[in-house]
């Protein structure tokens, strides 16, 4: 059976950065700025407050996991109240030993290994957007023995570090989001398969993007008349049928074209087009370039892959 989620983690292309512990003591507060990337954390002792912009704080304890999809801005500190120290996070990380924050001697009051990881898929601001912002789980003892696997592997030189690393992160990002309760996620792909009807219908999205869906087609493999599945979809994904299909098709497109080896009528074929003229034409107007210029620009460097951003939520209305 199909399983979207791990569509959408493959095809974002996860690779381990950077992960080290993290403990404090007495009065601290740490700010960061936005960063983007992935980050995560896993608190193996004692307790603390994060306060993610855009979402209310939480208490952090023994056992809790922590992944930010894109990591905006956030406070972590002591239960005390505390002034925070602004810490950049764009900056290059220390390679020392554990940091610490607040009172230098002494037991800690919490501890924590965490870090961050990047998305090498241009795609990523695209397909992060059907994940939470913040996802918080607690009692998962397997989240918090993979994080640490992931910084065990990340400190060592081994024979075959970035392939067992990236396969690490991928497990570490499954397992994470799929205990999330999908009832209590935000609007997305989460929720969307926590729903049995809109989950049968972006499994058929997923295992057949060749074929030429319309909404009637996807409200029948629901078992819901038109209308109800176009409202129940869109409010549980947060996108339309037609624009969530749309916006995976285009990102299996981009990752058949960046590998390269393709016909651009096979490539148009597994997304769902006639002919490479209509496909052709789909993609320039979807990411901004036609599909040639986009394979050439893939050979040359990861920047030149980006769309523009003015593409990334441009996604025609259709039905």
């Keep these: ?5 791990s569509d959408v983690i493959q095809l974002l292309h996860p690779r381990a950065v950077f ?19 992935p980050g995560f954390c896993a608190v193996t002792e004692g307790r603390c407050r994060l306060a ?13 996991f922590v ?26 990380p220390a390679v020392d030993e554990e940091v610490r924050y607040g009172r230098r001697e002494g037991p800690p009051d919490v501890r924590q290994f965490g870090g961050y990881f990047a998305f090498e898929s241009p795609d990523a601001p695209l397909l992060v957007s059907l994940l939470p912002r913040m996802i918080h789980i607690r009692g998962v003892p397997r989240l918090t023995q993979l994080v640490r696997l992931v910084g065990e592997e990340a400190a ?21 989001l799929r205990s999330v309760p999908g009832k209590a996620a935000q609007p997305g792909l989460l929720r969307g398969l ?8 972006l499994r058929q999205m997923h295992g057949d993007a060749e074929r030429s869906w319309t909404v009637k087609d996807l409200a029948r493999e629901a078992g ?7 409202d129940r979809f869109t409010r549980t994904v ?15 497109a981009k990752d058949l074209l960046r590998r390269g080896g393709i016909a651009l009528d096979e490539v148009a074929k597994r997304v769902g087009y006639g002919s490479a003229s209509t496909f052709s034409t789909a993609f320039s107007r979807y990411a901004g370039v036609p599909p040639g210029r986009f394979m050439r620009a893939a050979g040359a460097s990861p920047e030149a892959l980006a769309w523009p951003r003015q593409f990334q939520a441009a996604v025609p209305a259709s039905s």
């Design 238 to 252: 947060g996108v339309r049928p037609m624009e969530y299909l749309l916006r995976w098709r285009m990102a299996v």
């Design 67 to 92: 992944l930010l999809p894109a990591t905006p801005a956030f406070t972590m500190s002591g239960l005390e109240p505390a002034v925070p120290k602004l810490v950049n996070s764009n900056r290059p």
């Design 52 to 64: 993610v912009d855009g979402e209310s704080p939480v208490v952090l304890e023994a056992g809790d």
């Design 224 to 230: 819901m008349s038109r209308s109800a599945f176009f």
């Design 156 to 176: 060592c030189d081994n024979i075959g570090r970035d392939l067992v690393l990236a396969r690490l992160v991928e497990i570490l990002l499954i397992e994470a």
């Design 19 to 37: 992960s080290k512990g993290i403990s404090g003591a007495g009065c601290w507060a740490v700010r960061y700025t936005e960063f983007g990337q």
């Design 194 to 201: 926590a729903d049995p009807r809109i989950a049968a219908a």
């Design 1 to 5: 059976m199909t399983d979207p989620l």
